[in-house]
């Protein structure tokens, strides 16, 4: 069940409630800019939380990092909501590829428990069934899967990111963020020169540490990877993996099926109006199934059940196979053309 909306202010200590807002003009530059925002684009109260909840443990683990490395040299303030509100207030931590996978685990959150509704725990057999496999390879990659989405829960379940999840070029940013927001609480026992060298060490300690085979995408791409090579990434697979809500693997999977990557599946399973049939086209799903799928995922994303399986049913295999070369682009090209606003006839997605 999804949850209601959270109150934008939360009580306070002793009974009060703590303000939820600055008063006066300081409001009025962000004002504009939220009021004319895309109301379907923007966050709920829920993804806001979470993704916060995120980003905040995130922060917390590689400060931890630090703070362990520079041992004796450790800043005297280990405040880690202070650090997070400097680093959040300065934009530092306004990392598209970071907000980009906190928004993707949000949406994973909320489109799983959707799913997940009415189903019992004690239903949830289908990673688990695998571990057991014949297939030593898709033993191995369901077990993979399963500690790495453990290590991913925290102490309430909830949804959280590791540092290995972040891309290479995330990790360098976050962490040089994180060296210089610790950078004035060295002063107090360092020299400024002997701090920025500290510093730099340390930086470049925590990331020698970081592995991006450890993703948690790539947990799924070896699964569907493994079951792909054993010949059984068949329809069973897509109804498992969507009777018992496992979002992020039905798309992997679908994907795979397509040809295309975990990105444009995901985006296309989650975005409706269309794009959900042609993810199914492109995975080549009978109708039969689609119409399931359909009448699951649709209204999550706000579409309409019925004009999804109309366009199921009424897509050329022309676009289709259009589509599908589109998709294949490197997506830096596609960014930079829907950047230039070129329509080169091939823009169907």
């Keep these: 069940m999804v949850p209601v909306e959270w ?23 962000t004002a504009r800019t939220d009021f004319f925002l895309d109301p379907s684009a923007r966050l709920t109260e829920q993804e806001r939380a979470l993704m916060t909840g995120m980003l905040t443990g995130l922060v917390d683990s590689v400060a931890d990092e630090f703070r362990v490395i520079l041992a004796g040299a450790e800043p005297a303030n280990d405040d880690g909501e202070q650090l997070f509100d400097s680093l959040r207030s300065s934009g530092l931590l ?8 906190l928004l993707r685990r949000a949406e ?30 898709v033993s191995a990659a369901a077990m993979a899967l399963i500690l790495a989405r453990g290590r991913r829960r925290d102490r309430f379940d909830g949804p959280r990111i590791i540092f290995d999840d972040l891309s290479a070029e995330a990790a360098a940013s976050l962490v040089n963020a994180i060296a210089a927001a610790l950078r004035m609480d060295l002063f107090m026992r360092l020299s400024e020169g002997e701090a920025d060298e500290r510093l730099a060490s340390a930086a ?43 979002a992020s693997l039905l798309a992997e999977v679908l994907g795979r099926r397509s040809g295309i990557g975990l990105d444009d599946s995901w985006e296309l399973l989650t975005a409706g109006y269309g794009k959900l049939a042609l993810l199914l086209r492109l995975g080549g799903v009978s109708r039969s199934i689609a119409g399931e799928i359909i009448a699951r995922l649709a209204e999550l994303s706000g579409s309409d059940p019925e004009s999804e399986i109309i366009a199921f049913d009424s897509m050329a295999e022309e676009e289709v196979d259009r589509a599908r070369g589109w998709l294949r682009l490197d997506p830096a090209y596609r960014s ?14």
């Design 7 to 29: 109150p934008i202010a939360a009580a306070g200590e002793g009974g009060g409630r703590d303000p939820a807002r600055v008063a006066g003009r300081v409001r009025l530059r």
């Design 94 to 101: 306004d990392i598209p590829d970071l907000i980009h996978l």
């Design 108 to 137: 994973e959150e909320r489109v799983s428990t959707a799913l997940r509704s009415g189903v019992g725990t004690g239903k949830l057999r289908f990673l688990q069934s695998l571990v057991s496999d014949d297939d030593s390879e």
């Design 204 to 246: 470049q300690s925590v990331l020698s540490r970081h592995d991006e085979g450890n993703r948690l995408e790539a947990r799924l791409f070896d699964l569907a990877h493994a079951l792909d090579r054993s010949s059984r990434l068949d329809e069973k697979v897509i109804l498992s993996c969507l009777h018992e809500g496992e």
């Design 336 to 349: 930079a053309i829907d950047s230039l606003a070129v329509d080169n006839g091939q823009r169907t997605v």
